[in-house]
């Protein structure tokens, strides 16, 4: 058992004032995650993920933003959470589909290898930490064998025990880690290409 705190953002939750203005909000919502445990957890931080990445056309009020902060804490809810927020999990098309696949796609090989891996799906690092003090390494042999991406739910693959990986990092990779990943939106067509 490992668990961690993960705080997101549900943004643009929109309030209309008396006098008709429209305020946009931010409003954090925190989802604990056992990092040991593959499902539901991974599943648990791609939905939390999806909905933080908001950025809805419709007004999404407040008591919906409860709502949804209460069942993706209660870890039995996926297929009820997928259904009933399909609009803020997936703003362009409300398709549960697109959401299903994007929290269940298949394990993939992380990008560069360990400590200097990143998510393949959001680009964010897989440990954290400057390189030039030895904090990525300290960071590293933490928790050597990490199941999922701690931003996306990413599930990571393991070929014989050992965590895959694509490439290696060269000096500009290390340079750009030193500067911290960029923030990604998620997109549903990178889980297209198996
Ligand atoms: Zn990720």
């Not at 409003?27 to 991974?42: A, G, K, M, N, R």
Request: glycine share 4%; aromatic share 12%.
């Amino acid at each position: 058992m490992n668990e961690v705190t993960l705080t997101k953002y549900l943004k643009e939750v929109r309030r209309v004032e008396d006098n008709g203005d429209v305020e946009y909000l931010m409003y954090p919502f925190d989802i604990t995650v056992d990092e040991d445990l593959e499902y539901p957890s991974s599943i648990m931080v791609a939905l939390a993920h999806l909905a933080a990445s908001y950025k809805g056309k419709l007004p999404l009020n407040i008591d919906r933003a409860l709502e949804f902060e209460e069942l993706i804490c209660e870890e039995s809810n996926i297929q009820k959470i997928v259904e009933k927020f399909k609009s803020i999990l997936d703003p362009k098309d409300f398709s549960e589909w697109n959401v299903w696949k994007y929290i269940l796609t298949t394990p993939k090989p992380v990008d560069f290898q360990p400590p200097f891996s990143m998510c393949p799906r959001c680009s964010e690092r897989v440990w954290t930490g400057d390189p030039a003090n030895e904090e990525i390494f300290e960071s590293y042999h933490r928790r050597e064998n990490p199941l999922f991406c701690l931003n996306c739910g990413q599930r990571f693959k393991y070929d014989g025990g050992r965590l895959s990986y694509r490439g290696v990092a060269d000096a500009e990779t290390v340079k750009k880690l030193e500067k911290g990943s960029k923030d990604l939106q998620p997109t549903f067509a990178e889980t297209d290409a198996e």
